[in-house]
């Protein structure tokens, strides 16, 4: 059930007198967002420590036939993909 109070809004329909002051937002540079950005302590860039043991999630298509055995083998099916694509560029390293 909707709750009668619960108004949703977007940046087309904002009333004009929200406490926002997006002109201004709108007009600042991209430098002055990015010291703004280094300024917040929730903000802060990832360094190339993190990024080098990152995950990567990725989305590609897979044959039902294919997705369908990996499935059957009763474990985790990304670890066994995981660890066929090691497998594979391991082999391909080595020739």
Known sequence: MKDKNTVKYTRYNL???TESD???VNN????????????????????????????VVISFPVDQEILRWYQSQGKNMESLLQEAL????EMHLSS
């Open 28 to 55: 600042l540079t991209d430098a002055e967002i990015e010291r703004a950005a280094l300024a917040d302590p929730d903000a802060q860039p990832l360094d190339r420590a993190f990024l080098d043991h990152a995950q």
């Open 15 to 17: 009333p004009i007198d």
């Open 86 to 89: 090691k497998s594979y560029k």
């Open 22 to 24: 997006m002109i201004r």
